[in-house]
């Protein structure tokens, strides 16, 4: 029991702590906000450790516009401007393929990236009329456990 015990410790420590900052309206915005936890003393910030914490980490990155974040410029995903840049849809989805991996290789949490798909399972022309990707990220942490970050759906442009 304490073998796993020590293994759970050095999992939370490798892949370290936040505050939650759990998604406002799940599925409607992609906003963001600091929560609560009622303890014995009143409430006070929740935290999120672990898996979860690198989980969220990457969420925010990815819903992050790169350079947006004045104390990081190097934080965040680089294809939202491929999403106003690009004309046509195949290119739009390469770009925003290629985006995410870029964000992935910069986390030192993530050893190893494992898929980067879009719901559709095609890198083809989307849909005719379609306006939304919707991409789904599979990663191995350096832990050693693996996760999936969903992207949710990104409005391509126009």
């Known amino acids: 029991m304490s073998e796993e015990l020590d293994r759970d410790l050095l999992r939370r420590r490798a892949l370290g702590w936040s505050l939650a900052c759990p998604e406002i309206a799940p599925g409607v915005d992609l906003g963001r906000d600091l929560a609560l936890s009622g303890g014995d003393s009143g409430s006070d910030l929740a935290r999120v450790?672990?898996?979860?914490?690198?989980n969220q980490s990457l969420a925010v990155g990815l819903t992050t516009g790169r350079g947006t974040d004045l104390?990081?410029?190097d934080f965040g995903f680089d294809g939202l401007n491929a999403l106003a840049?690009?004309?046509e849809p195949v290119m739009v989805r390469e770009r925003v393929r290629v985006s995410i991996i870029t964000l992935l290789q910069r986390?030192?949490?993530?050893?190893?990236?494992?898929d980067v798909k879009f719901a559709d399972d095609r890198l083809g022309?989307?849909?005719p009329g379609s306006?939304?990707?919707d991409v789904r990220v599979a990663f191995e942490a350096i832990s050693g456990d693996t996760a999936t970050v969903n992207l949710g759906q990104v409005t391509l442009g126009g």
């Open 131 to 133: 306006r939304e990707l």
């Open 107 to 114: 986390e030192p949490r993530v050893r190893r990236i494992v």
């Open 125 to 127: 022309t989307p849909v």
């Open 71 to 73: 104390f990081n410029t």
């Open 49 to 54: 450790e672990g898996i979860e914490a690198l």
């Open 85 to 87: 840049e690009e004309t």
